[in-house]
Nanobody, 124 residues
Framework: VQLQASGGGLVQPGDSLRLSCTAT????????GGWFRQAPGKEREFVAA????????YYADSVKGRFAVSRDRAKNTIYLQMDSLKPEDTAIYYC??????????????????WGQGTLVTVSS
């Protein structure tokens, strides 16, 4: 399984970005899809996740109401729509997938496959 993340860039505070993560094969139809981020000098942290059904989504408190995770089954792709971006959202964003269940989906260890990361910089 390979995951390819894209969509990062340099934006100003308040702007929006949409990240994409495309998988080889229909992995997101069977496994949980997750987004994590890692800022310089910090540990990788959970951002959002979507269950295989596509109807259940989960968010870190820091992004709730601003970010939205979704999935396109036909394209084997998950998305992270990021609105009202803040400087503290600056990080490398990683997509991941694995047999994470509801009680574990915020944990890095619950995901088996990882994308290469895409850099998001929010700065004026």
């Amino acid at each position: 399984v390979q995951l390819q993340a894209s969509g990062g860039g340099l934006v100003q505070p308040g702007d929006s970005l949409r990240l994409s993560c495309t998988a080889t094969g229909r992995i997101f139809s069977e496994y949980t899809g997750g987004w994590f981020r890692q800022a310089p000098g910090k540990e990788r942290e959970f951002v959002a996740a979507i269950r295989p059904s596509g109807s259940n989504t989960y968010y870190a408190d820091s992004v709730k109401g601003r970010f939205a995770v979704s999935r396109d089954r036909a394209k084997n792709t998950i998305y992270l729509q990021m609105d009202s971006l803040k400087p503290e959202d600056t990080a490398i964003y990683y997509c991941a997938t694995g047999r994470a269940i509801v009680s574990t989906l915020t944990s890095v260890r619950a995901y088996t496959y990882w994308g290469q990361g895409t850099l998001v910089t929010v700065s004026s």
